[in-house]
């Protein structure tokens, strides 16, 4: 069986090496692994939102990947911006890389680490057509693991849904559906949607509407663009389509949403992710959320009605205070009282008529 590279690893040496060489060859440099690891600008980033999240990649034309093979097999890639680079430099910064990589990479991993040429454009897009050419027997494997009298293990089932809900969140403002996600995970729209329902309780389609009218809500609430506009801007080219959804979803149309909440100075939004549990409150989420932010986050009860007071340097004072919706309505309780159960996206409103 193939070997990779260790899940864990201490990359600060490659990292600090990385950042150097880019200073010195003018040429940005970043390091991926199959880990799920992103080394970029002196940071080190872990788990496929956080790569997905901080490595943009321009066209291929100016994007070199340089595959890295350490005992045999190809362990990631050294990405460079070679935007105005020749093909001296190419050949220059390959030597300087894989010197780089053997005196940090190779000596953690105890082997030699070579470095290709990098791959043309044409090369990327053969992997891709095989990629896609091979997905039926990923479809199978992926359809014996859902049958199996054996459920998948807590780390495939994160790792799947951590795809899933990266690609939703980088992909929202385009047009998107469960085929289109599917494809670029690898997996097949039926087994998509199963572990999608299974581990979050809501269905994909609800999902990715939900996250779409939470971020239209915040555009209707602190810009005055248009609602085409925002239609467009949230990966609806049908404005009429929008607006149904919008209405279905937050019980008006965006117009008389833009309305109602004029007074919305800020909008803090949290999309549903695995670390919700069915009996969570809205108040125990929020709190995790931004605790993970190191982001403040109290509450104070009047006249023993509890209410959240503070998120982050926004308190309440008078008339201004936090107001909170769940899937894009606002309840008559106190989060502390509203369980996550099937919601998706809680967002936390800042205003100045609380009501």
């Not at 097949?188 to 329902?197: A, E, G, M, V």
Request: proline content about 4%; aromatic content about 10%; charged content about 15%.
């Amino acid at each position: 069986m193939p070997t990779s590279t260790p899940t864990i690893i201490n990359y600060t040496g490659l990292a600090d090496s990385i950042q150097l060489f880019s200073k010195i060859s003018q040429i940005k440099t970043s390091f991926y692994d199959f880990s799920d690891t992103l080394v970029k600008d002196g940071h080190i980033y872990h788990g496929i939102s956080e790569v997905q999240h901080n490595l943009v990649l321009k066209d291929t034309a100016v994007t070199l990947l340089f595959p890295v093979i350490a005992n045999d097999n190809i362990v990631g890639f050294v990405i460079c911006d070679a935007t105005g680079v020749s093909q001296e430099r190419v050949q220059l910064a390959k030597t300087y890389i894989e010197s780089l990589t053997n005196d940090t990479l190779g000596k953690l991993l105890n082997t030699h680490i070579d470095i290709l040429n990098p791959l043309s454009a044409h090369n990327v897009s053969q992997m891709r057509k095989f990629a896609l050419l091979f997905k039926p027997t990923l479809n199978q494997i992926n359809q014996q693991i859902d049958t199996s009298e054996t459920p998948p293990t807590t780390t495939k089932k994160a790792s799947s849904i951590d795809d899933i809900l990266a690609y939703v969140q980088t992909n929202l403002r385009n047009p998107i559906s469960l085929e289109s996600v599917s494809q670029n995970v690898f997996l097949s729209p039926s087994y998509l949607s199963r572990i999608f329902k299974r581990y979050l309780h809501v269905n994909f389609i609800d999902y990715a509407n939900y996250q779409r009218v939470a971020i239209a809500c915040k555009y209707l609430m602190l810009t005055n663009n248009k609602v085409s506009v925002i239609s467009r801007q949230v990966g609806c080219s049908q404005n009429s389509y929008f607006s149904k959804v919008f209405k279905r979803i937050t019980g008006m149309s965006p117009l008389a949403y833009r309305r109602k909440h004029f007074a919305v100075q800020k909008v803090l939004t949290i999309p549903r992710d695995l670390t919700w549990d069915d009996h969570d409150t809205i108040f125990d989420i929020s709190q995790r959320y931004f605790k993970q932010l190191d982001c403040s986050f109290s509450m104070q009860t009047t006249n023993g009605y509890p209410y959240v007071n503070q998120i982050g340097d926004l308190t309440d004072s008078g008339a201004r205070g936090w107001l909170y919706t769940v899937n894009c309505q606002q309840p008559t309780r106190s989060s502390s009282d509203v369980v996550s159960t099937d919601n998706a996206v809680i967002q936390w409103l800042y205003t100045d008529r609380v009501s």
